[in-house]
């Protein structure tokens, strides 16, 4: 392994010893097992004690990694010499006016603006956005929100959420300023630019103002960081007197809310990963409150839409009643008196083993539908008209030439002739599409490209290679994998590689352009992205067979990920390094205990390694909402006895760990820090190897880390940085990097 270089033997008499804390037996009983845990008392984030550690942790981690900081400046400075820093977003209408935001080089933070939009009676025309340039303002341009004002003095700065009132005139705004995703709103009078005197303090993501412009709707989070009720604040009235709307008791069930697309309802979601309600509340019947659409009591997945279909009140419903990976069905209000047996429901979209559908939602024409299909989000149209009848209309799909690739809505519009799309792949930058909805005289449709992001620095597309391959796990199940690389890396085994991945909640790690990755590539980096099962990326069967008591398939799938590189042919097998965050991070722990041997370093982002404990309080952030993905090891030994056998914290053992970086923050409140604080702990009081544990803690940041954009530039680098010292990948190839 001489190529993969640590500090040079001068640089390392100075590195100082890692910090060593001190250790304080914590007694855990469950189920007749005893577990003592000597680290436990780092959780108290208000000791002084514990702050002292987290910095000398940090102290050592510079020491540690300082020959990497030229490297980092490099990758940054390629990062930032790619980004075209003053940009904007295509506009997105609303009602009469046009939304954009700006960005400008040298500033952190995005600039909201709009303009007056046009009705001319051509409806593709005022739907087509106006053409907007980097650094010139439009006529008439309003800002209503500079990130860089409202962030100026301020640790942390980030908008969780934003409303306009439907005649334009008020705008509401969620700022964070601590990185603990909890917001304090303001609603601004955009003909004066005068504050209002309404303001609400510790709020969750989503504000909603009536369709009069006369409540705004907002969440609020319990002691455990669950979003928990749905309140009413009619404006100028005092905040105290704000009306619960709807509180959800259950500890396991999360609550959201949201406008129906017609804007006469606003629809109530509460669920879990199992099953779910939706609650309904007419504008026009205000009074009369909330209305159950199917009782949880039925254990259905479902989301529903109330819409006018050729005038008669309908529900469209995406639920997974008798269909694993979901199906689309109408249903009449009037139905849902009856026992459910009972209902009739009328098929819009059959279920399909082969086909997951996400979600489905309407305009005053169409059905816009969201399916995933050999592991590809696709997006396909169907015409309202004979909906749920003999005479419904085929499926429309926008049609794109790559064979990897994420295709969504990003936005519609009820009356709009067109619906929003997002693209992007491995190697094209992200683009904006309006799709013109079908019409019997364009009945494909048509995809019009808005925007392309540029990419600087001689970037090109045909520089690089992505393909599809397939991992063969224990079990015999095949795994896909995305295989990144440049063009010019040769398949004769000497290269470096990287194994990233998530497997948790039944997310997707789907194909999307990412400027930082191009320094990892540019330094002949082959990176693998292992589509592993507890991912959502083959369907509800896949997440299913990777939760739970099935969930060590996620970890064994990733191993057999790394397998299939080290004999690939492209990559040394002693220089392959994996990285993964959040529920990742605890697959990057199970894979260092797993299988140490096949790995020279591990980069672990807000790491969930010391799942068991957090899970076993109910008291701690989102605890209770986790059973229903790891199961309940409070009230079940089973899973208990599944977890500790390999929650990455409890599973330490004396061996030969590689380099290791877990990367945190200290106000993060969905991973908490102290998890990579014991874990580190663990790790050198344990591992028998000599390779270096560091800590890098960001004091004021939240889960996403910190919140400028260069900020965050400079953290992308510094994790690949370590990754390619480690890997001894850091010189770029021939011809490759910045032009």
């Known amino acids: 392994m001489s190529h993969i270089s640590s500090a040079s033997p001068v640089a390392r008499e100075t590195v100082p010893e890692p910090p060593v804390a001190k250790r304080v037996p914590t007694r855990r009983e469950h189920h007749g097992d005893v577990f003592v845990d000597h680290y436990e008392w780092l959780r108290d984030k208000e000791s002084p004690e514990v702050v002292e550690h987290l910095k000398a942790e940090n102290a050592y981690q510079e020491a540690v990694t300082a020959h990497q900081e030229p490297l980092r400046e490099t990758m940054f400075q390629e990062i930032k010499g ?5 940009d904007l977003s295509v506009p997105s209408r609303k009602d009469g006016w046009w939304y954009y935001s700006r960005s400008v080089e040298g500033k952190e933070y995005s600039i909201q603006c709009r303009v007056l939009a046009r009705n001319t009676g051509d409806p593709v025309a005022d739907w087509t956005p106006p053409a907007v340039e980097a650094g010139v303002e439009l006529p008439g341009e309003e800002v209503l929100l500079d990130g860089n004002v409202e962030a100026e003095g301020q640790p942390f700065f980030s908008v969780g ?89 259950d500890v396991a069930m999360w609550l959201g809310f949201d406008l129906a697309s017609d804007r006469r309802h606003l629809v109530l979601s509460i669920g879990c990963s199992e099953f779910s309600e939706t609650r309904l509340l007419r504008f026009d019947d205000y009074d009369s409150g909330l209305k159950t659409v199917i009782p949880r009591g039925e254990h259905i997945l479902y989301e529903a839409e109330p819409f006018l279909l050729e005038g008669r009140e309908t529900l469209l419903l995406t639920h997974n009643k008798d269909a694993i990976n979901s199906m689309v069905s109408l249903v009449d209000p009037a139905e849902l008196t009856k026992p459910i047996a009972a209902q009739n429901w009328r098929t819009v979209v059959a279920h399909s083993d082969d086909v997951r559908v996400n979600g489905a939602g309407v305009t005053s024409t169409h059905l816009v539908l969201s399916i995933r299909k050999d592991t590809i989000e696709r997006v396909q149209v169907l015409p309202l008209a004979g909906l749920g009848a ?16 994420t295709a969504g809505v990003s936005g519609s519009d009820y009356e709009a002739p067109v619906i929003r799309m997002g693209y992007t792949s491995y190697f094209t930058p992200s683009r904006v599409y309006d799709f013109v909805l079908p019409t019997p005289g364009l009945p494909e449709g048509q995809l019009l490209l808005r925007k392309e992001s540029p990419v600087l620095g001689g970037y090109s597309s045909s520089d690089y290679v992505a393909t599809r391959e397939w991992a063969t796990a224990d079990d ?11 063009a010019s890396v040769q398949p004769d085994g000497t290269a470096a590689g990287l194994v990233y991945g998530y497997g948790s909640y039944e997310v997707s790690m789907d194909p999307g352009f990412g400027v930082a990755r191009l320094s990892l590539l540019d330094r002949g980096i082959v990176m693998v992205i292992a589509h592993i099962r507890g991912g959502g990326e083959l369907g509800r069967h896949w997440y299913e067979d990777g939760k739970k008591l099935n969930k060590k398939n996620t970890f064994t799938d990733f191993i057999a990920a ?64 986790e059973w229903e993905e790891w199961g309940n090891p409070i009230t079940d030994p089973e899973a ?57 803690i960001e004091m004021d940041g939240g889960h996403g880390g910190a919140s400028g954009r260069y900020v965050q530039w400079r953290e992308r680098a510094w994790d690949y940085a370590f990754i390619a010292d480690s890997l001894g990948a850091t010189e770029l190839l021939p011809g490759a990097g910045l032009k």
Do not use: C
């Open 82 to 86: 790619r980004t075209q820093e003053t």
């Open 476 to 486: 015999g199940t095949r795994v896909p994998l995305s295989v990144l690389r440049h």
């Open 562 to 625: 790394t397998d299939w590189l080290a004999v690939s042919g492209l990559v040394d097998p002693s220089r392959i390094a994996a990285m993964g965050g959040s529920a990742g991070g605890l697959l990057m722990g199970a894979i260092a205990n797993m299988a140490p041997e096949k790995y020279a370093a591990v980069v672990a982002q807000v790491p969930f390694v010391d799942a068991l404990t957090t899970i076993l309080d109910p008291e701690l952030p989102l605890s209770a909402l």
């Open 161 to 249: 959420g934003a409303a306009v009132t439907v005649d334009g005139n008020l705008y509401a705004y969620a700022v964070d300023n601590s990185g603990d995703e909890r917001f304090t709103l303001r609603i601004k009078d955009l003909r004066t630019g005068e504050l209002l005197p309404d303001v609400i303090e510790d709020i969750f993501y989503g504000v909603a103002f009536s369709p009069d412009g006369t409540r705004l709707f907002y969440t609020v989070v319990d002691e455990s960081w669950r979003p928990y009720q749905v309140k009413s604040h009619v404006l100028g009235t005092p905040v105290a007197e704000d009306e619960v709307l709807y509180q959800e008791d």
């Open 640 to 696: 208990y006895a599944y977890m500790k056998s390999y929650t990455p914290y409890e599973n330490v053992g004396a061996t030969a760990y590689p380099k290791i970086a877990a990367v945190t923050s200290f106000n993060d409140t969905r991973v908490l820090y102290v998890e990579p604080a014991k874990w580190v702990q663990a790790l050198r009081a344990t591992a028998t190897g000599t390779e270096p544990v560091v800590m890098k």
């Open 390 to 405: 003999p005479a419904q209309g085929a499926p429309v799909e926008p049609a794109f030439d790559e064979e990897l690739y």
